[in-house]
């Protein structure tokens, strides 16, 4: 008896150590800051999403959330680094629609979109609008158009970057619309449309959290938004499908995607102090401000999406003949 007993101590005593040292192997998460690498400037569309789910994450989570913006190469910069970068889920990058185009026009990524990358949630959804120079005196989706046709390769369209949301949405009215135009890349949003208050660039389809405040003082003129509805926050204006420009409609969205490797338990945690933050009343206030919509998503959901997304932006790719330079 007093031989079992003995065993039996030694036996809890081994569990408790195994126990133990589990333990130390699985820290508490999060451990020390939160770095949300997003590959537009600062001002984009998506650093705006970035700034607002950020902050709120980071009361929540205990520890600071950092915006860090690597710009170029249409995002697949900061997705690289994101890829082969720290998978303990305190690396994260927040990218928009451009992500799923990515692996249809870069043919050598050095990274696998859906091997190396998870989706965590989509974030916000929002419209992109098409803002001309004032000074143009078009008035309707149709003046550009008229204009376009009337010498072909002589007018020119803005975006964040060769494979981009902006980029991809661009090239889809321009597919639709049957018009011949040169595509000028920008390092961001707000570059992009510099050049158009500056009349160097005649017509981009910019995020609208970032174009609104220019439309409201006049600095653009806001020809019609890219989504199937109308954007609540600009009533008065078109869609592209309203305009005439069938099958043109386009949905850019923000995403949370953190390396593959990151363990599922903290990828859930991240999903669910993301849902929470979207949740938020800050947030939600934020959100609609920029003219965009919460996003929630299941991890699994938000993975699905993203492959689904991929085969509509290569179709798109392949039809448009689109290739990184």
Not at 210 to 237: E, F, M, N, W, Y
């Amino acid at each position: 008896m007093k031989k079992m007993n003995r065993l039996l101590s030694i036996s809890l005593l081994g569990l408790g150590l195994t126990c133990g040292v589990q333990a130390q192997q699985a820290p508490a998460f999060p451990s020390k800051p939160i770095r949300f690498m997003v590959p537009f400037t600062a001002g984009s569309g998506t650093d705006i999403i970035a700034r607002a789910v950020g902050e709120t994450m980071s009361k929540s989570l205990g520890q600071p959330v950092i915006i860090e913006n690597r710009p170029g190469a249409g995002g697949t910069i900061a997705a690289s680094q994101v890829a082969k970068g720290e998978a303990d889920g305190h690396l994260l990058l927040i990218h928009s629609s451009g992500h799923a185009l990515n692996p249809a026009i870069y043919p050598n990524l050095p990274y696998d979109t859906v091997r190396d990358l998870t989706g965590i949630t989509a974030l916000a959804s929002l419209p992109n609008v098409m803002v001309v120079p004032p000074g143009r005196g078009w008035k309707s989706v149709g003046d550009v158009i008229a204009a376009a046709k009337s010498k072909p390769g002589s007018l020119n369209y803005a975006s964040a970057g060769t494979g981009s949301a902006t980029h991809l949405n661009a090239e889809k009215f321009k597919l639709r619309a049957g018009l011949d135009a040169v595509h000028v890349p920008f390092k961001g949003t707000p570059e992009a449309l510099s050049d158009i208050i500056g009349e160097r660039i005649d017509w981009f389809f910019a995020p609208l959290a970032s174009a609104l405040p220019l439309i409201r003082d006049g600095k653009l003129q806001a020809l019609a938004v890219s989504t199937p509805q109308r954007a609540a926050a600009l009533p008065q204006v078109p869609t592209t499908l309203e305009a005439g420009v069938p099958n043109s409609d386009y949905i850019f969205w923000v995403g949370m995607i953190a390396p593959a490797a990151v363990p599922a338990a903290i990828q859930r945690r991240l999903n669910e102090e993301a849902l929470k933050a979207l949740a938020s009343p800050e947030v939600r206030e934020r959100l609609s401000r920029a003219g965009a919509d919460p996003m929630p998503m299941t991890i699994e959901a938000f993975n699905a999406f993203i492959r689904t997304e991929m085969d509509a932006a290569a179709q798109i790719a392949q039809a448009a003949n689109l290739k990184a330079q």
